[in-house]
Every structure is written in structure tokens, then in C-alpha cells.
């Protein structure tokens, strides 16, 4: 199968994600006699078209429990979508053969939140790096200490550290190991899910110099999950922003920063610090994130919006282009 070079480096295509667990037999034939009632499953992502081009950074941005850690964990194969298609360079490669599936997907590999949890703790830093290139065939046994100096002093770590376990390291440097590990096996994409959030804010800026460094040096594209519009900022192309598991606003960066159009967007830069010499009121977004057991109908953002209207508590916007390359879900750009 052959890839179109065309089409975008990683493509996500009506992805929606449920949680909740099967009913077994027992469960299904009380609930046939009405003896149970089957509990709700949580609606994490919704029909999600997301689409990203080879050399791109996309920023992904949205409150705590939008959806945003589980597109993530979609777009690198961690977790399968309950509906839609994934396609990696115009290939949609969850239906391909294992083998030829794992191919493909060593393109795509991801830095976690947490710098500690992620790495195992009874592995030397040498382990953690060598051990997926060794078992996919990228490096000989021979060839494992030269391979590891060399992606340490890439992340900009001194190879003479190879030998020591994770607790002896700092949050930063930690932050690096992850990143060396990742980019162990060459890909070509990276999801990073909130990298530098647990980092102190001097390391948060080494490191995102870091990932714009890897990006001019090795030709990368991220996907670069975020709840701090300052990170999205600095890093990012582009700016989809998520709520409730849908996407409302995609646009260049630049763009959406100066002319947000959903009012999802524009409550999230309101409330965004910045460093003006001004008298500043902060005003939290009104009411409480809905449960993703029971969303609103219509629009999802329509009980926290204050320019609500009629046709949003019943009817869901979508997403269409309000300008060059800059799209939103509302009804109010309808009219």
C-alpha cells in the first residue's frame, strides 16, 4: 500500500471515544427482563475531524476533561477510537496488519506530562533509550552505547549519565530523557501532552527551546496539548480549541489570538494573564464544564455562554470557515 504525499502527515476523520464497559451475558439478559439498567457511557471525543501537515505544529487547548489527552492518545495509537479513521500520510493504518501497523506507527510517538511516571524506574538511562530501537531493528547491540550518546547530547544531557536510574535526575532533565527516548526511534511525529506542565517556568522555556530546536533540526510536526495559551503561543502554527469532547475554533495562531470567534475562545483569552500595566478583572467562565455522561444538547457550550440564543440549546453548530484557513461551531456567525 502506498502513501498519497499529498495528503496530510497525520489525519483524524470523524474520531468519537466512549468509556464505559461491555455488558457481559448475565448483564445483558437482565437487562432485556428490565431487572438493570446500564450505566451511561462517558462521551469523551465527538466526531473530532482533526487534520495536520507535515512540518506543523498544532496546538490543542481546552479545560481539564475536554478531550484533549484522549485525541492525543488516539492520534499515537495508545487508545482505539469507539468510531472514525485514523490515516498516517493518506494510509489508514488501524486497518492494516499488525506488523505492518506497528511499521507505520513507529512515526508516532509521544512525550507524556509526567517525566517521572513515564520511565521506569528500574531501568538505566541507557535501557530506556536503546530499547525500542533494538527491538524494532533500528540499532545492533554493538552499536547501543554510540546511538544513546549520541540522542542524549541531542536533548542536550551529557552521555556520561547514561548509567543512572531516573530518580537521580531532576524534573528538567527528566523532561529531556523523554524526549531522547522518543526520539529513539526517528519519527516523524510528536504528541506532546502537556510536557512541560510540571516543570518550574525557566525550565518550561528550555525545553520548549529545545522542542523548537528538534523541530528546524530534524523536520519535525507536533501536536502540542496544552492548557497554557502562553506555551500554544510561543510554540504553535495553529490553534484548535476543544470543549466537551468537539473541537469550536481552529485558526493560525496569530489569527485566533487577535480575532477569536467562538465565545468559548474568547472567554479562554480573557481570562489569559498577560504582562500589561493595567487594572485587570479576572472573570471565570460562568457554571461548571457539563458531565460527559449526560452533554447538553445543541451546542455543548450553550449553559455558559451569555450569547446564547434558542437554536443552540437544540441544534449542534458545526464547523465551517469564517476566514482564509480560520474556522468556528457557532450559530451566531450564521446570521
Known amino acids: 500500500m502506498t ?17 464505559g464497559e461491555q455488558p457481559g451475558r448475565i448483564e445483558r439478559v437482565a437487562e432485556s427482563l428490565g431487572w438493570h439498567t446500564p450505566a451511561r457511557p462517558v462521551q469523551a471525543l465527538d466526531a473530532v475531524n482533526l487534520a495536520i501537515a507535515a512540518g506543523e505544529v498544532v496546538g490543542l487547548v481546552g479545560e481539564s476533561g475536554c478531550g484533549k489527552s ?11 477510537a469507539s468510531a472514525g479513521e485514523r490515516r498516517w500520510r493518506g494510509i489508514a493504518i488501524d486497518r492494516l496488519p499488525p506488523a505492518e501497523r506497528r511499521h507505520h506507527q513507529l512515526g508516532i ?11 521506569n524506574p528500574r531501568m538505566r538511562v541507557r535501557e530506556l533509550i536503546a530499547e525500542a530501537p533494538r527491538v524494532h531493528g533500528l540499532v545492533g547491540r554493538g552499536a547501543e552505547a554510540d546511538f544513546v550518546a549520541a540522542r542524549l547530547q541531542q536533548v542536550g544531557l ?21 524526549i531522547a527516548r522518543a526520539l529513539a526511534v526517528n519519527p516523524a511525529f510528536l504528541v506532546c501532552d502537556e510536557a512541560v506542565a510540571a516543570l518550574d517556568v525557566s525550565i518550561q522555556a528550555q525545553v520548549l527551546n529545545l522542542f523548537s530546536h528538534l523541530r528546524e533540526q530534524l523536520g519535525l510536526t507536533y501536536l502540542f496539548i496544552s492548557h497554557d495559551l502562553g506555551v500554544v ?25 487577535a480575532h477569536p470567534n467562538h465565545p468559548y475562545t ?3 483569552l480573557a481570562e489569559a494573564p498577560t504582562l500589561k500595566v493595567e487594572r485587570k478583572r479576572f ?25 446564547a440564543i434558542a437554536r443552540c440549546r437544540v441544534e449542534m453548530p458545526l464547523l465551517r470557515e469564517i476566514a482564509p484557513h480560520h474556522q468556528s461551531a457557532c450559530h451566531l456567525n450564521a446570521g
Request: with cysteine; aromatic share 8%.
Open 70 to 80: 484522549t485525541l492525543g492518545r488516539i492520534a499515537v495509537g495508545l487508545a482505539a
Open 158 to 178: 551529557d552521555p556520561a549519565l547514561a548509567e543512572r536510574f531516573p530518580h537521580q535526575f531532576s524534573g528538567g532533565q527528566r523532561a529531556r530523557i523523554g
Open 109 to 119: 510517538q509521544m512525550i507524556f506530562q509526567d517525566p517521572y511516571a513515564s520511565l
Open 266 to 268: 474568547q472567554a479562554l
Open 233 to 257: 503561543r510561543h510554540l504553535s502554527d495553529r490553534v484548535v480549541i476543544m470543549y466537551l469532547g468537539r473541537v469550536v475554533e481552529s485558526a493560525p495562531v496569530d489569527e485566533l489570538f
Open 3 to 19: 502513501s498519497d504525499k499529498a495528503a496530510p502527515l497525520l489525519e483524524l476523520r470523524a474520531v468519537s471515544k466512549q468509556f
Open 283 to 307: 472573570l471565570a467562565i460562568r457554571g461548571e464544564l457539563p458531565s460527559p455522561l449526560d452533554p447538553p444538547r445543541g451546542c455543548h457550550f450553550h449553559p455558559r455562554c451569555p450569547h
